[in-house]
């Protein structure tokens, strides 16, 4: 079946960096579009960043200039590397297999003031 694993969340401060992990498995990764979301305490799920099977991304605005997502298909993994991050980052963050409802368990970011 189709797993989804993220990792790679933590506490830092803000200006710091992260990078977000998420291992596919039981799929056929290389065909598929990947996207991060995340959600904070109260808030609705939002769209982060997304790359198609060909590479091509998109991201929020709110993340523009400081979130880059990239994948590598010999390791059936999406990243999300964070940098500059500010409080207002602080969420759990989800990977989604394009618009399938195929999510993983999510990973938490904390970003201190």
């Known amino acids: 079946q189709v797993q989804l694993v993220e990792s790679g969340g933590g506490l830092v401060q803000a200006g710091g960096s992260l990078r977000l992990s998420c291992a596919a498995s039981g799929m056929l990764f290389r065909l598929a579009d990947m996207g991060w979301y995340r959600q904070a305490p109260g808030k609705q799920r939002e769209l982060v960043a997304r790359i198609t099977s060909g590479g091509n991304t998109a991201y929020a605005d709110s993340v523009k200039g400081r979130f880059t997502i990239s994948r590598d298909n010999g390791k059936n993994t999406v990243y999300l590397q964070m940098n500059n991050l500010i409080p207002e980052d602080t969420a759990v963050y989800y990977c989604?297999?394009?618009?399938?409802?195929?999510w993983g368990k999510g990973t938490l970011v904390t970003v201190s003031s």
């Open positions: 989604r297999w394009g618009d399938m409802d195929y």
